[in-house]
């Protein structure tokens, strides 16, 4: 698999990688058996980035990852921290920044973070130059080798690439959130800040297998977070209107009927072959889903039809209700 410099690390990702969050919760449950196949048959296929958190699961994902990567040196792992308080701007000290990462070193077994970022926090902890100079002190500590932010909004985005020390950028980006294509992925290729884009089949639905009626597990983000009660909307479903993303998925899948790939690595690869990307970041519950995730990554470019043909679907069915919201 293609592999791409991580940013400011100067490490390498791979375009797949593998994002964690339902290794750890809120997806359904999923075995640790289950989650050690997820992990082997990714690397298998040539993966060699994960992105998690130390809220996954209560550290449970990290826990799986470190016990894996025990067998399994090399990979590089990306963590975030800030969410096991309230995202008030006051919490956001250096002491608060050792003790979680202090935590997640534990739970990964590791002396060194390889990347931190900062777990979509507040615009005025992005904005500050304090959150920055902690950051530096915990690199210059050995704590961690670099860090990112992970962000909601484009304009929080913007804010963190001007930062001369982050390393990354983690972003919503998918056929049906176009935004950061405008300004977003410019100004990180300009930087040297890698783009790491999350979301990437809009929790499920570019996939094409879900109709109106679909339902999911109690304790599936998809369920009880659809309207934004336990955390930001953008982050189930893109924030988009379920039964629209139905039907605009269906429209996709259709898109991409005469290609040699499903809707959802189509999806993937829409993203990848996105200038200024570096890695994506899909979940995967089962191994079959994660080697088919990383096929993605060996896809041909897509054909002038297909990227005109996502921008007309998002220009129909999202523009108006998301792009100027996130």
């Not at 963190?160 to 100004?187: T, W, Y």
């Not at 999806?267 to 990383?294: C, D, F, H, S, Y």
Request: with cysteine.
């Amino acid at each position: 698999m293609e592999q791409r410099t991580l940013g400011r690390t100067g490490r390498e990702a791979s375009v797949i990688g593998l994002g964690t969050w339902q290794l750890g919760a809120d997806w359904g449950d999923v075995s640790e058996d289950d989650a050690r196949s997820v992990l082997q048959a990714s690397v298998d296929a040539g993966v060699t980035f994960f992105d998690t958190a130390d809220v996954y699961g209560d550290g449970r994902s990290e826990q799986v990852i470190g016990r894996f990567l025990q067998d399994n040196p090399g990979i590089t792992v990306a963590t975030k921290m800030g969410r096991r308080v309230e995202q008030l701007p006051e919490h956001y000290t250096l002491d608060n920044f050792r003790a979680w990462t202090e935590r997640s070193r534990r739970n990964l077994g590791v002396d060194t973070l390889d990347l931190v970022q900062l777990h979509c926090p507040p615009s005025a902890v992005i904005d500050a130059d304090a959150t920055y100079d902690d950051l530096d002190t915990l690199v210059d500590e050995g704590e961690i080798a670099a860090y990112g932010v992970s962000v909601e909004t484009v304009d929080q985005a913007l804010s963190a690439i001007a930062r001369p020390h982050v390393a990354s950028i983690q972003i919503i980006l998918n056929a049906f959130r176009l935004k950061p294509l405008d300004a977003v992925l410019p100004a990180a290729a300009e930087a040297g800040v890698a783009i790491i884009a999350r979301v990437p089949l809009a929790s499920g639905l570019l996939s094409g297998r879900y109709a109106a009626d679909t339902t999911f597990a109690p304790d599936d983000h998809r369920t009880y977070n659809r309207h934004g009660e336990a955390f930001d909307v953008g982050e189930t479903f893109s924030g988009v209107d379920y039964e629209s993303g139905v039907r605009a998925a269906q429209e996709f899948a259709a898109l991409v009927r005469d290609l040699d790939v499903t809707p959802a690595q189509a999806a993937l690869a829409w993203v990848v072959q996105q200038p200024g990307v570096t890695t994506v970041i899909p979940g995967a519950r089962n191994a079959e889903q994660a080697r088919a995730n990383a096929a993605a990554g060996l896809v041909e470019p897509l054909p002038e039809r297909v990227l005109a043909g996502v921008t007309e679907i998002y220009d129909r069915y999202f523009r108006e209700a998301v792009h100027g919201r996130w």
